[in-house]
C-alpha cells in the first residue's frame, strides 16, 4: 500500500500517513487543526513485511485503509528514558 507521510512542525516527533498525497480530506478538522504546519516527508511503500521504526506496518495499513490516515504520536518521555532511571521514578 502506498502511503504519504508528513511531519508537524508544532509538535516534535509528531507524523501523520495518508492514502493519498496532500488529501487531508478524511482527517477530522480538531485533529488537522491540532497538527499544525505540516511538512511532506515522504513517500513510502507499505507491507506487513516492511519494517517501521516506530509502528506496526499493519496497524498503519489498517488505518490507511478505514480511515485514510493515520497518526504516529512522539514516545513518551518514559520510554525514552534509561531503564535505570525509570526503575528511580518507581
Known sequence: MQCFIYKSLK???LYLYLDKKDD???VPEAL???LGRL???MELQ???ERKLARENPEKVIASLQSK???VQLPP???STMPTT???QLH
Open 46 to 48: 507499505l507491507s506487513p
Open 24 to 26: 487531508f480530506s478524511a
Open 68 to 70: 485514510g490516515f493515520f
Open 11 to 13: 509538535k516534535d516527533e
Open 39 to 41: 511538512t511532506f516527508v
Open 32 to 34: 488537522f487543526k491540532s
Open 76 to 78: 513518551t518521555l518514559i
Open 85 to 87: 532511571v525509570d526503575k
